[in-house]
Antibody, heavy 122, light 111 residues
Framework: QLEQSGAEAKKPGASVKVFCKASGHNTYGISWVRQAPGQGLEWMGWISVYNGNTNYAPKFQGRVTIIKDTSTSAVYMDLRRLTSDDTAVYFC???????????????????WGQGTVVTVSS | QSALTQPPSASGSPGQSVTISCTGTSSDVGGYEYVSWYQQYPGKAPRLMIYEVIKRPSGVPDRFSGSKSGNTASLTVSGLQAEDEADYYCSSYGGRNNFVVFGGGTKLTVL
């Protein structure tokens, strides 16, 4: 299971931090996927829970940071300089069926968190 | 604009088969044998239906099948049932600098 933090309401220009904690299964890494209202899925990035290596979608490079908290076994997604376009449901997801090879990770998400609603409004 | 192109809608009658396409490029769909398909009901998290182009996770009915030809992957749902009405998304490995790219989604309607 993946447990996520609760809904957030932010003003434009602010930052938001969403956390995700995995329990009950081993996983190599955790990804973040978001979905704006009425829109499709958008992959944001991935972190290895073993060594902290990350990979970010080009669209979010420089604006998102994914980190792991070894003391709590949680993973955090920090998104900065928020605009109204960042209003979305943010999911964390795990790929137990995927693998990493040759510098890349092949991911198919078979476990998802419940989603965290982030609303950005002035 | 999504990296992968899907038709916005598809439909079929109960018992029929429907195929949803997912078109990318040689840098994603065409370059790797790693395409996944997800089913999503309104207000719910997605569910993995197909991975590695043709494989089904445990618990997914064999009415769902995947294939790929060149830069286009396809999801076929055979023997349509009312419960198959949902949104479907494809994804592909997008390279070392962009592990996952999604399609824009297809709304499947069971008539």
């Amino acid at each position: 299971q993946l447990e996520q933090s609760g809904a957030e309401a932010k003003k434009p220009g602010a930052s938001v931090k969403v956390f995700c904690k995995a329990s009950g299964h081993n996983t190599y890494g955790i990804s973040w996927v978001r979905q704006a209202p009425g829109q499709g899925l958008e992959w944001m990035g991935w972190i290895s829970v073993y060594n902290g290596n990350t990979n970010y979608a080009p669209k979010f490079q420089g604006r998102v940071t994914i980190i792991k908290d070894t003391s709590t076994s949680a993973v955090y997604m920090d998104l900065r300089r928020l605009t109204s376009d960042d209003t979305a449901v943010y999911f964390c997801a795990v790929s137990r069926l995927g693998y990493c090879r040759g510098g890349g990770c092949y991911l198919s998400f078979d476990i998802w968190g419940q989603g965290t609603v982030v609303t950005v409004s002035s | 604009q999504s990296a992968l192109t899907q038709p916005p809608s598809a439909s079929g009658s109960p018992g029929q088969s429907v195929t949803i396409s997912c078109t990318g490029t040689s840098s994603d769909v065409g370059g790797y044998e790693y395409v996944s398909w997800y089913q999503q009901y309104p207000g719910k998290a997605p569910r993995l239906m197909i991975y590695e182009v043709i494989k089904r996770p445990s618990g997914v009915p064999d009415r769902f099948s995947g294939s790929k030809s060149g830069n286009t992957a396809s999801l076929t749902v055979s023997g349509l049932q009312a419960e198959d009405e949902a949104d479907y998304y494809c994804s592909s490995y997008g390279g070392r600098n962009n592990f996952v790219v999604f399609g824009g989604g297809t709304k499947l309607t069971v008539l």
